[in-house]
């Protein structure tokens, strides 16, 4: 089992629509309220788009996650800031199908390493509901640490939830 990760393309757009189209009930827990169509080929050539726009700015990372060379999943490095603060959110998902298998973990080390050694941030940030215990473990094995309760934080399913917020510093080591 070979786990990477690579820059979104445009090409990525059916593979990744088609995963949330097989995924869909296992996914729409933990994602908000999305517009009609967001979710289908087009849909997701214009989020595709839009990350790589927001990528040749400086402000995200966006990854498509492979097991095998086949797209399993996404991972993302957003709100990126620079300047004196440095820092990033993560947020990621995998397929149902390779959930468990240490895949989505694995997609984590590695945009750690985007993160610190080619993007030199010093922080990246992430948040899980309360209840995703299996997001927590994937976080905390890859040396994040807990910092806080976000109360009310992201609209998720239509509800504001809170969030557990996670943290790694680039100097800490898991």
Known sequence: MT?????????????????????MEFLLPFEPVRPEGWFGPEGQREVLAS????????????HVILLDGRVVGRITLNDIVRGPFLNSHLGYWVSQDVNGRGVASA??????EVAFQ??????????TLKDNLASQKVLE???FVRFGLAEKYIQIAGVWQDHILFQRLAHDRP
């Open 51 to 62: 990350a790589l726009d927001r990528h040749a700015r400086g402000e995200c990372v966006p």
């Open 107 to 112: 997609a984590v080390a590695r945009l750690i």
């Open 141 to 143: 094995r890859n040396g």
């Open 3 to 23: 786990v990477s990760t690579r820059l979104v393309t445009i090409d990525d757009a059916a593979a990744v629509s088609a995963l949330y189209q097989a995924n």
């Open 118 to 127: 080619e993007q030199g941030l010093h922080r990246i940030q992430a948040g």
